[in-house]
């Protein structure tokens, strides 16, 4: 049987800390855990980078990281990093089939689809009845990093999350 | 002035721009014409205060001193406060505010276009990491100028006194110090000139757009920030802003 090493026990843990505005998303589904290292002396260092320079969520990720890896024993230290650039390319295909069922449209393309280069209109699908006869009611939505949207069928609004 | 003098200088005008624009959107939380303006107003409010922080976090490592960026940002005085004229005027109406964003955010994404090529890591790193974030800013306040300027005679007519107004603080976003000289010649920030350039064709298609025509200020602008002489309005955003962390300055959230 394989023995687990410390980082990916580290790892395991770190599934259970979720995005506190979307809760049935993990840190590292969102791309928000970029790496996790153990030092010889035992010292785990996390490092994180947040979605949107002003994610209000971030101190909370911070906060639930600590508690549940020092809870667990280790002794932990977490970094923010802001390069490179958090992009929505990062985000699992797990955590965008997770997004869907939880009622949010997850990004259309990478951004590095030509018609995301090109500034084309991108088709986003209703989470609800998964029309694609869907419309932008504003860019901005109930968080920075959504923006809010209208299905055209069955006429609910939904959150979209942006691709940046 | 030492390189980290000038870049200091650079960090907190950077950071306070951000911020007192920041502060300023924030006070329509609760107060615009719909749910959907009064969120993408907070929104960019959100991304803003969320780059002072940075900015002033790292202007306070530069300087040495053992400031924070609440130190830099709680226990300024006016006079200390380095942001453009332009981001301190009133909000006004929605139109006026629109304005505003519009001439701040068109400067801002083409100074951050021009700041990815920073050798600064730092510098890079926020250019790269703002980018994103202010691209949306621009395409809002871009939309709503061309929707309000050619909608009805009453928008045309809110938005071209919005520009009236506003036109004679945005020279000031181009003006260039010391610092600006020293960090040039670095390669650690761009040449303002150019910006300025990108700017007013960005702008002028867009008024046209907008059936908006730009006043005739006979070469005046407004000009201070940059030696921190500012209107009276920035006093009233401190007062505000400040009073809670002055008020108890041990308090911890």
Redesign the interface.
């Known amino acids: 049987m394989a023995v687990k090493t410390k980082t990916e026990h580290v790892y395991d843990l770190l599934e259970e800390v979720k995005d506190p505005e979307i809760p049935v998303l993990s840190i590292r589904d969102l791309g928000i855990l970029r790496n996790v290292s153990v030092a010889d002396d035992g010292i785990v260092s996390v490092i994180i980078t947040?979605t949107?320079?002003?994610?209000?969520a971030m101190d909370t990720i911070e906060q639930d990281i600590k508690k549940t890896l020092t809870e667990a024993g280790f002794e932990i230290k977490v970094t923010t990093k802001?390069?490179?650039?958090?992009?929505t390319d990062w985000m699992t295909e797990e955590g965008r089939e997770k997004l869907e069922e939880y009622g949010i449209a997850p990004p259309a393309e990478s951004t590095a689809d030509k018609a995301s280069l090109l500034g084309k209109p991108k088709v986003v699908r209703c989470p609800r009845c998964k029309s694609e006869d869907t419309s932008l009611?504003?860019?901005?939505?109930?968080t920075?990093c959504k923006a809010?949207y209208r299905c055209d069928d069955c006429l609910e609004t939904f959150d979209y999350f942006?691709c940046? | 002035m030492t390189k980290e003098e000038a870049l200091y200088e650079y960090l907190i005008r950077l950071g306070d721009n951000a911020l007192v624009l920041g502060q300023r959107l924030g006070e329509w939380c609760g107060q615009a014409h719909q749910l959907e303006s009064d969120i993408a107003m907070t929104n960019v409010a959100l991304d803003l205060v969320g780059q002072a922080r940075m900015l002033l976090t790292e202007a306070g490592e530069v300087e040495g001193k053992g400031r924070s960026e609440d130190d830099l940002a709680f226990h300024r005085n006016e006079f200390e406060f380095r942001n453009n004229l332009l981001v301190e005027m009133a909000n006004g109406d929605f139109g006026q505010t629109i304005t505003r964003q519009f001439f701040f955010d068109c400067f801002y994404f083409h100074f951050l276009q021009a700041l990815k090529a920073s050798k600064s890591e730092f510098l890079q790193s926020f250019a790269l990491k703002s980018i994103k974030e202010v691209t949306y800013h621009r395409e809002l306040s871009t939309d709503f100028m061309i929707r309000l300027g050619d909608g009805t005679d009453e928008s045309h007519k809110k938005m071209q006194d919005a520009v009236n107004l506003l036109w004679e603080y945005t020279g000031e976003l181009f003006e260039m110090t010391e610092a600006d000289e020293i960090l040039m010649a670095e390669g650690l920030v761009p040449d303002l000139n150019e910006i300025k350039v990108l700017w007013e064709k960005d702008v002028m298609a867009v008024l046209e757009k907008a059936t908006l025509t730009v006043p005739d200020t006979k070469g005046y602008m407004a000009t201070g920030s940059r030696k921190g002489h500012h209107s009276e309005y920035l006093g009233y955003i401190l007062a505000e802003m400040q009073y809670l962390p002055r008020m108890m300055p041990d308090a911890k959230w």
């Open positions: 947040p949107y320079s002003g994610c209000p802001i390069s490179p650039a958090w992009t009611i504003s860019q901005f939505g109930s920075a809010l942006k940046i």
